[in-house]
């Protein structure tokens, strides 16, 4: 029988390393090899495993030349360094450890909120250099200060426990934390500007996406108070550097410290030299308990999936058995858009979604059915999101999920309904999959359609009144803004309408804007799959 053959080609904690011989694997541990793309694609064809940190880049080219090749096993978090699309086409499944940093990291968030405080790196420097600035170095104390958490997923909340134990007011702006989740961990739930208003503190810990980008920029610095002092651990390019620099001069903010940076390695910055700012070489995971953590974790879900077929934190694939793919990959992909489609639309926190299973689909493995619908569903606001962490995310922030399954009691012999239930509102979008084996939506809101998910859609609802559409297609071809499909629905003649549409590329914000000025529109989206 082939005994797997794993390749090892960053450095990898020596028990790591042993986990995969003791579980009967053959282990090939070159920690070195990653820098050298021309090797790795030389020698990757002869195995079955690839384990590998930051320094590996397993392109497409070193996956066209890996033929042997199962999975791909990242120790750590962030995947950049694969490219997923193509181990995808290759049926090679690749993993990730998304929860073996999150202690460390959030020690180091409030290791930068103490060493700001008390201004603890400038003293130390002035001390050495043999000056004795007693007097300099005011700083305050954080027993009684409002920290201000943005984003109170795994790490957010390790961050908010630590806070409370140092007696600190902890409150949380985080859109998928439920009410129920926010007592538990004892904070407030807060819109935005209610804690940049009140924090005295303020840190970070929310993926970077579209809607996270620059959430903290010159407006909302303005917002806070005077005085406040500025953390980011989690990701570069949440924060307007230039604007938190300007923010220290002119004293609105006290101070700054920051781990990432929207360019790394960030050999320069706008934020370096400035007296107020406190910078780390994005040390957020960088312990040795961390480190061995994610070792550990990825070589024993390697080993699980190369000698059982046992499938853990896969990026790219749901726990599902080889016999069960070619039925339910269509599905999948169904669930995973129904799931995006509600949560580019969600604004509000999420208290509740229903997943309704109808016809023959009910009869599949629903559970992976579930994690696609909510990796679709957090991934607009949340980033990093796998079919295998989506649920445990969704249960971190206390929404409520249901499944429910029964016989066909409509048109079609399979049927998937997502209703999501927010603060503010409910909303419902179904689909099917046709012989041909295309996701299609059918139904949005109680409105029929009949539409296939496009790279780039518009949505729009709005009023049936006469002229819309002609004003809608007008604006964007105006803005040279080519129409692939146009999909029509409405409840009745005269009543609430919609129209969903096609188009070759991303839509500008100006045309949106355009749109929503329309005086029958009620709200407009860009949406991409």
Same mark, same amino acid.
């Given at each position: 029988?082939?005994?797997?053959?794993?390749?090892?080609?960053?450095?990898?904690?020596?028990?790591?390393? *042993?986990?995969?011989?003791?579980?009967?694997?053959?282990?090939?541990?070159?920690?070195?090899? +990653?820098?050298?793309?021309?090797?790795?694609? &030389?020698?990757?064809?002869?195995?079955?495993?690839?384990?590998?940190?930051? %320094?590996?880049?397993?392109?497409?080219?070193?996956?066209?030349?890996?033929?042997?090749?199962?999975?791909? +096993?990242?120790?750590?978090?962030?995947?950049?360094?694969?490219?997923?699309?193509?181990?995808? !086409?290759?049926?090679?499944?690749?993993?990730?450890?998304?929860?073996?940093?999150?202690?460390?990291? %959030?020690?180091?968030?409030?290791?930068?909120?103490?060493?700001?405080?008390?201004?603890?790196? *400038?003293?130390?420097?002035?001390?050495?250099?043999?000056?004795?600035?007693?007097?300099?170095?005011?700083?305050?104390?954080?027993?009684?200060?409002?920290?201000?958490?943005?984003?109170?997923?795994?790490?957010?909340?390790?961050? %908010?426990?630590?806070?409370?134990?140092?007696?600190?007011?902890?409150?949380?702006?985080?859109?998928?934390?439920?009410? #129920?989740?926010?007592?538990?961990?004892?904070?407030?739930?807060? #819109?935005?500007? &209610?804690?940049?208003?009140?924090?005295?503190?303020?840190?970070?810990?929310?993926?970077?996406?579209?809607?996270?980008?620059?959430?903290?920029?010159? /407006?909302?610095?303005?917002?806070?108070?005077?005085?406040?002092?500025?953390?980011?651990?989690?990701?570069?390019?949440?924060?307007? #550097?230039?604007?938190?620099?300007?923010?220290?001069?002119?004293?609105?903010?006290?101070?700054?410290?920051?781990?990432?940076?929207? #360019?790394?390695?960030?050999?320069?910055?706008?934020?370096?030299?400035?007296?107020?700012?406190?910078? /780390?070489?994005?040390?957020?995971?960088?312990? /040795?308990? !961390?480190?061995?953590?994610?070792?550990?974790?990825?070589?024993?879900?390697?080993?699980?999936?190369?000698?059982?077929?046992?499938?853990?934190?896969?990026?790219?694939?749901?726990?599902?058995? !080889?016999?069960?793919?070619?039925?339910?990959?269509?599905?999948?992909?169904?669930?995973?858009?129904?799931?995006?489609f509600a949560g580019q639309l969600t604004e509000t926190g999420i208290l509740k979604v229903q997943i309704?299973?109808?016809?023959?689909?009910?009869?599949?493995?629903?559970?992976?059915?579930?994690? %696609?619908?909510?990796?679709?569903?957090?991934?607009?606001?949340?980033?990093?999101?796998?079919?295998?962490?989506?649920?445990?995310?969704?249960?971190?922030?206390?929404?409520?999920?249901?499944?429910?399954?029964?016989?066909?009691?409509?048109?079609?012999?399979?049927?998937?309904?997502?209703?999501?239930?927010?603060?503010?509102?409910?909303?419902?979008?179904?689909?099917?999959?046709?012989?041909?084996?295309?996701?299609?939506?059918?139904?949005?809101?109680?409105?029929?359609?009949?539409?296939?998910?496009?790279?780039?859609?518009?949505?729009?609802?709005?009023?049936?009144?006469? +002229?819309?559409?002609?004003?809608?297609?007008?604006?964007?071809?105006?803005?040279?803004?080519?129409?692939?499909?146009?999909?029509?629905?409405?409840? !009745?003649?005269?009543?609430?309408?919609?129209?969903?549409?096609?188009?070759?590329?991303?839509?500008?914000?100006?045309?949106?804007?355009?749109?929503?000025?329309?005086?029958?529109?009620? *709200?407009?989206?860009?949406?991409?799959?």
């Open positions: 029988m082939h005994k797997p053959k794993v390749l090892i080609s960053d450095a990898l904690s020596p028990a790591a390393v *042993q986990i995969f011989k003791d579980r009967g694997l053959e282990v090939d541990f070159q920690p070195n090899l +990653g820098k050298d793309k021309d090797k790795l694609a &030389e020698i990757i064809g002869h195995y079955d495993g690839l384990a590998i940190r930051s %320094a590996t880049k397993a392109t497409a080219k070193i996956i066209e030349r890996a033929k042997r090749l199962k999975v791909i +096993g990242r120790a750590g978090i962030g995947v950049d360094n694969v490219e997923i699309p193509a181990a995808t !086409a290759k049926g090679i499944i690749v993993m990730n450890t998304p929860f073996g940093n999150s202690i460390t990291t %959030a020690e180091h968030a409030i290791s930068l909120m103490l060493a700001l405080a008390r201004e603890i790196p *400038q003293a130390d420097v002035s001390t050495q250099a043999g000056k004795w600035e007693k007097n300099r170095f005011m700083g305050v104390e954080i027993t009684g200060k409002v920290l201000g958490v943005i984003g109170c997923g795994n790490i957010g909340s390790i961050v %908010a426990d630590r806070a409370q134990g140092l007696r600190m007011k902890v409150i949380a702006y985080d859109p998928f934390l439920s009410p #129920e989740r926010a007592k538990d961990i004892g904070v407030d739930k807060v #819109e935005l500007d &209610e804690l940049l208003r009140r924090a005295d503190f303020i840190t970070l810990h929310t993926p970077l996406t579209d809607k996270t980008r620059n959430i903290i920029d010159a /407006t909302a610095i303005a917002k806070m108070k005077k005085g406040v002092r500025l953390i980011n651990c989690a990701r570069g390019g949440l924060v307007d #550097e230039q604007a938190v620099v300007d923010a220290l001069n002119s004293k609105h903010i006290a101070g700054a410290a920051f781990d990432v940076f929207t #360019e790394e390695p960030a050999n320069k910055n706008v934020l370096f030299g400035h007296p107020n700012v406190i910078c /780390t070489p994005h040390l957020g995971a960088s312990t /040795t308990e !961390a480190q061995e953590n994610v070792a550990l974790q990825i070589a024993e879900q390697m080993s699980d999936y190369l000698l059982s077929g046992a499938i853990s934190n896969a990026i790219n694939f749901p726990s599902i058995t !080889a016999e069960e793919a070619p039925k339910l990959k269509p599905f999948i992909a169904l669930a995973e858009k129904l799931g995006s309704t299973y109808e016809g023959h689909v009910g009869q599949m493995k629903i559970k992976a059915l579930t994690s %696609a619908v909510l990796a679709g569903l957090l991934r607009p606001m949340l980033g990093e999101i796998n079919v295998v962490s989506a649920p445990v995310i969704a249960k971190e922030r206390g929404m409520v999920m249901d499944e429910i399954v029964r016989a066909a009691e409509s048109d079609y012999e399979s049927l998937i309904t997502v209703t999501v239930t927010t603060e503010r509102q409910e909303r419902s979008v179904s689909g099917t999959v046709y012989a041909d084996g295309k996701p299609r939506l059918v139904d949005i809101k109680g409105i029929r359609v009949d539409a296939e998910f496009g790279k780039s859609m518009i949505y729009v609802t709005n009023e049936d009144k006469p +002229g819309f559409i002609g004003k809608f297609a007008s604006l964007l071809g105006d803005a040279k803004i080519n129409i692939a499909t146009f999909h029509l629905g409405r409840v !009745a003649p005269g009543s609430d309408a919609i129209a969903l549409v096609e188009v070759d590329g991303p839509v500008p914000a100006d045309v949106l804007a355009k749109v929503q000025a329309l005086p029958q529109v009620k *709200q407009v989206k860009a949406l991409a799959f």
